[in-house]
């Protein structure tokens, strides 16, 4: 028996529809330090320069939009199609696996030509760029598919 560890085809609508927040979020943070709100908090830190174990007032809105935006990610990439069969799932993996090469070759070209500042954020973005890269790969080779009409 095949075991599926896909979720369920709402996880994909849910994705979709927080998705577009998390990313105003982050794009609004990144590149204008912009934050929709501010939301100070006592929070464990397990690691904080070189302390471990203490409590620290912080701002949580980075980790909200991070949390979002992988969540969301995560539930577009890895749910099932409503027609999810072998074709699907091959699909899928070669998706996949280009989107890890192609995520780990921007890395290394990144780590030879960016230094500074910009390497921390382009390697913080990279993060997200696997996620982001299967799925927009996914989707274009899952709409080709159905276009040629091989799904029937």
Same mark, same amino acid.
């Given at each position: 028996? @095949? @075991?599926?560890?896909?979720?369920?085809?709402?996880?994909?609508?849910?994705?979709?529809?927080? !998705?577009?927040?998390?990313?105003?979020?982050?794009?609004?943070? $990144?590149?204008?330090?912009?934050?929709?709100?501010?939301?100070? *908090?006592?929070?464990?830190?397990?690691? /904080? /320069? %070189?302390? #471990?174990?203490?409590?620290?007032? #912080?701002?949580?809105?980075?980790?909200?939009?991070?949390? %979002?935006?992988?969540?969301?990610?995560? !539930?577009?990439?890895?749910? @099932?199609?409503? /027609? =999810?069969?072998? *074709?699907?799932? &091959?699909?899928?993996? &070669?998706?996949?696996?280009?989107?890890?090469?192609?995520?780990?070759? $921007?890395?290394?070209?990144?780590?030879? !030509?960016?230094?500074?500042?910009?390497?921390?954020?382009?390697?913080?973005? #990279?993060?997200?760029?696997?996620?982001?890269?299967?799925?927009?790969?996914? #989707?274009? =080779?899952?709409?080709?598919?159905?276009?040629? %009409?091989?799904? &029937?």
């Amino acid at each position: 028996m @095949k @075991k599926s560890y896909l979720f369920p085809p709402v996880f994909k609508w849910i994705g979709w529809s927080i !998705f577009p927040l998390f990313f105003a979020m982050g794009v609004a943070f $990144l590149f204008f330090d912009y934050a929709f709100f501010d939301l100070n *908090c006592k929070v464990l830190a397990l690691v /904080d /320069d %070189g302390k #471990n174990f203490k409590l620290m007032n #912080n701002d949580i809105y980075e980790e909200i939009t991070i949390i %979002g935006l992988i969540v969301s990610m995560i !539930f577009i990439a890895f749910s @099932k199609e409503k /027609d =999810e069969d072998e *074709c699907i799932a &091959q699909i899928r993996m &070669q998706s996949l696996v280009w989107s890890i090469l192609i995520g780990s070759v $921007l890395l290394i070209l990144a780590t030879v !030509f960016v230094y500074g500042f910009a390497y921390a954020t382009v390697a913080f973005l #990279n993060m997200f760029l696997i996620l982001f890269l299967f799925v927009i790969k996914f #989707n274009i =080779e899952l709409h080709k598919f159905r276009r040629t %009409g091989r799904d &029937q």
